[in-house]
């Protein structure tokens, strides 16, 4: 059994996510909103990482 592509990036996406967080508020005193850019950033790849999980999925369930 292989690792597909699609859930080689939901990992990446879900391992991002973390880091825009960590680094918008490392960033919070030199940048302003820096902790809420990186709050969206890492809502953003949490959506993307679904849409990786859900495609994946309707693609074994179609086989």
């Not at 960033?27 to 949490?46: D, H, K, R, T």
């Amino acid at each position: 059994m292989t690792i597909g592509k699609d859930r080689n990036y939901t990992i990446f996406f879900l391992m991002l996510a973390p880091a825009f967080i960590a680094g918008g508020m490392a960033m919070n005193e030199y940048v302003p909103y820096s902790s809420a850019i990186g709050w969206l950033l890492a809502v953003v790849c949490q959506i993307i990482a679904i849409v990786f999980v859900v495609r994946n999925n309707r693609m074994k369930h179609m086989d």
